[in-house]
């Protein structure tokens, strides 16, 4: 069904202001304890590959739109982060402030769109109105950006780097891995929890009990997804990447398999969605995958594992 | 469109970084790429367009693909599924002549550049266009090299088709097929593998078909023609193949071809990067061009 706007007839479900999954739209006093606040990111200016990424937003919240499925309750779409992206260290200091200033609602972030770059920025300010206790950073990418951090700030490849920096009561884990590292991170994965792309195809899943085993010694967990976890067929990414990865289906069975994570804040990121305005494209693939993420932080609304 | 297709300034590239170079750049052992442009030739299912960026896309591409070697300070890249280190070797493995868009009859042209290379001791690799490519790089080849084999990674019998009279190994044939070309080809010493038989039975239905070759024989004239690809999951070529090759099969029969028969000469034959906005055609060419050169442009390294 269309609507007739007079100038051109547009599909009657982008007649209204499009959100993530339907949500209401709220500011920041209007959520609390237990609530999910999905952000958008409009920013991929530091991740070193082709830009697109910062269209998810837009896109992903017209594929809502067109898909119809209901909002659940307590999700609320906040909008976009604010972010600079000519201004590298204010971009960093300000999404620090922004997910500093969520989380001490007592909210958890769901953030979509951007670069993972800008994870160290958001996970600093998590850390910040939330101290105690160990997080756990799980990542699921098909690579573990684990170079020394450069001159960028918020340079995509050293981000895991960074999040390591952060202080000694962050733990990241990885998982989905595939193609080839430098040396160097190959080295820098020796003492770190992770399991390859074939490892998750596996139809036991055997090889991922690492990962439980690192998930039930941390106290909160924080997770992250890449695209570039996906197969070239199955997304574009922001970096050519071999061919290899896990299904949408594969990334679902996966996030299944490691139980009842309940994050405290979870974001997926590196995926250039088609540009068309439905955005039936590859935004609307990765609907389920991300409906995933929601769901399992509703599941988990107390923070406290 | 996607948000890949925003214009943004990209430096002028070449295959796998390597060097560029002109003809008398070429050296015995080196590998030569050469894009091919303009119009294409043969039979095409879809509405024939130029195939003028294959070659681009593809170098692109292979730079891509190449960032963790790039990044690593020591030159070192460790496979994290196989855990295999090795590295890129530094220039004096390939050079890059640029593309070459001949007005007049492609055939001729591609023969006498891979005749040319070929006498040099040099291995041509030509990305772009369609079959006339790939006769003029086997006539070429063929003309220097009396013994050399064809082995075709495609949705035809390909060899036989134009007029290779020698031994051939077709991988990946789907669809209906030209039964003369088919009966020649085996009648030829030649052998078959079908993309349902790879289905079915994984790499070692092609494992199987693979020649067996002494060390001092010439390497086979390999040719990759991305119509072997099912059109469900890479759209950048100028034909629709049903219950074709799945990019990961592409790639490691590519990879498997490599290892067991390096090639003398190969081209990359109808690929149309245009028709793929996501990219993924040109990146699983790349791909299979890195893994069916490994030995010429890696060196392992032991741990």
């Not at chain 1, 706007?5 to 993530?20: D, K, N, Q």
């Not at chain 1, 952060?166 to 820098?188: H, K, M, N, Q, Y």
């Not at chain 2, 090639?263 to 034959?269: K, L």
Request: include cysteine.
């Amino acid at each position: 069904m269309t609507v007739d706007t007079g100038r051109w007839p547009v599909p009657a479900a982008l007649s209204v202001v499009p959100t993530f999954f339907n949500a209401p739209v709220a500011d920041l006093e209007d959520v609390g304890p237990g609530d999910v606040a999905v952000v958008g990111i409009y920013c991929d200016h530091y991740g070193e590959g082709e830009p697109g990424a910062r269209f998810l937003p837009r896109q992903f919240r017209y594929a809502c739109a067109l898909d119809g499925r209901s909002p659940p309750g307590g999700v609320f779409d906040l909008g976009d982060l604010s972010v600079f992206p000519l201004e590298p260290e204010r971009c960093l200091e300000v999404l620090s402030d922004q997910a500093r200033r969520l989380a001490r609602t007592g909210a958890h972030m769901l953030a979509i769109g951007g670069d993972y770059g800008l994870t160290p920025a958001l996970l600093a300010g998590l850390r910040a109105a939330r101290p105690s206790g160990t997080l756990g950073v799980l990542r699921i990418s098909g690579s573990a950006d684990l170079a020394p951090s450069g001159a960028s700030v918020l340079s995509r490849g050293s981000a895991s780097t960074r999040i390591r920096a952060l202080g000694g009561s962050i733990r990241v884990a990885f998982a989905g891995l595939s193609g080839s590292v430098p040396e160097a991170e190959a080295a820098a994965l020796a003492d770190t929890v992770f399991v390859t792309a074939r490892s998750c195809l596996d139809e036991t899943l055997a090889g991922i009990a690492p990962l439980r085993a690192w998930a039930d010694s941390c106290d909160a967990i924080y997770l992250s997804v890449d695209a570039d976890v996906l197969s070239p067929a199955c997304a574009r990414t922001a970096r050519a990447r071999q061919q290899g990865g896990l299904s949408h289906g594969d990334v679902l069975r996966l996030l299944d398999a490691l139980g009842p994570l309940r994050p405290v804040g979870a974001e997926f990121t590196g995926l250039v969605p088609d540009l068309d305005v439905a955005g039936r494209g590859r935004g609307a693939m990765c609907l389920d995958p991300v409906e995933a993420l929601l769901s399992g932080m509703i599941e988990g609304r107390d923070p406290c594992r | 469109m996607t948000g890949a297709d925003l214009p943004k300034a990209q430096p002028a590239l070449t295959f796998a970084g390597c060097p560029a170079a002109t003809l008398e750049g070429i050296r015995a052992g080196l590998v030569v790429f050469s894009g091919f442009g303009g119009e294409p030739g043969g039979a095409g299912g879809r509405a024939a367009r130029p195939y003028g960026s294959a070659a681009s896309s593809v170098r692109a591409a292979s730079n891509g693909l190449l960032r963790p070697y790039r990044e690593s300070p020591s030159g070192v890249a460790v496979d994290l599924e196989t855990g295999r280190r090795s590295r890129l070797r530094a220039a004096g493995s390939c050079i890059d002549l640029g593309d070459l868009a001949p007005s007049g009859d492609r055939d001729t042209a591609c023969a006498a550049l891979s005749g040319r290379i070929a006498g040099a001791g040099a291995r041509p690799l030509f990305v772009g266009g369609g079959d006339e490519t790939a006769r003029g790089l086997a006539a070429g080849v063929c003309g220097t090299h009396s013994t050399v084999g064809v082995i075709e990674i495609g949705d035809r019998c390909l060899a036989a088709s134009l007029g290779f009279a020698g031994p051939a190994l077709s991988l990946g044939v789907s669809g209906f097929q030209d039964a003369g070309a088919w009966r020649r080809q085996i009648g030829n010493g030649g052998r078959i593998v079908t993309a349902e038989q790879l289905h079915d039975n994984g790499l070692n239905a092609a494992r199987d078909g693979l020649p067996d070759r002494s060390g001092d024989d010439i390497g086979p004239v390999c040719i990759l023609d991305c119509r072997a690809i099912d059109i469900g999951y890479a759209a950048g070529c100028d034909s629709f193949t049903v219950a074709g090759l799945t990019p990961e099969q592409f790639v490691s029969l590519a990879g498997l071809v490599g290892a067991s028969s390096p090639p003398s000469a190969a081209a990359v034959i109808h690929l149309d990067p245009a028709r793929d906005p996501r990219g993924h055609m040109e990146s699983l060419v790349a791909e299979a061009l890195l893994g069916l050169f490994r030995g010429a442009l890696f060196e392992d390294i032991e741990p």
